[in-house]
Nanobody
Framework: QVQLVESGGGLVQAGGSLNLSCVAS????????MGWFRQAPGKEREFVAA????????KYADSVKGRFTISRDNAKNTVYLQMNSLKPEDTAVYYC?????????????????WGQGTQVTVSS
């Protein structure tokens, strides 16, 4: 059974940084795409970034491009989301997700596995 466990959220001032981690377990992830989504109160879950585990190829939402970086550590089975230059509008619960595919999808419905989420709050 696949398990995804996020950590690293918290409260930070605008302009600050956070590094989210997602430890994946349960099966080999070399054929997976891993992603990060976020959901603010009253809003739909939205795509943030995704990475193809085998090649490291990445995709980003326009709203975070140039500020956020997704990466993975094969030895630790961990996916990271380094978030810099944070803005109040980045405030949300951030979810780690995975799907058995090579396609870096941006719609949450096609992802198979989800973590419990970690809260990120950016104060102005």
């Amino acid at each position: 059974q696949v398990q995804l466990v996020e950590s690293g959220g918290g409260l930070v001032q605008a302009g600050g940084s956070l590094n989210l981690s997602c430890v994946a377990s349960g099966r080999p992830f070399s054929s997976y795409v891993m992603g990060w989504f976020r959901q603010a109160p009253g809003k739909e879950r939205e795509f943030v970034a995704a990475i193809r585990w085998s090649t490291g190829f990445t995709k980003y939402a326009d709203s975070v491009k140039g500020r956020f970086t997704i990466s993975r550590d094969n030895a630790k089975n961990t996916v990271y989301l380094q978030m810099n230059s944070l803005k109040p509008e980045d405030t949300a619960v951030y979810y780690c997700t995975g799907r058995l595919s090579a396609i870096l999808a941006v719609t949450p419905q096609v992802y198979d596995y989800w973590g419990q989420g970690t809260q990120v709050t950016v104060s102005s």
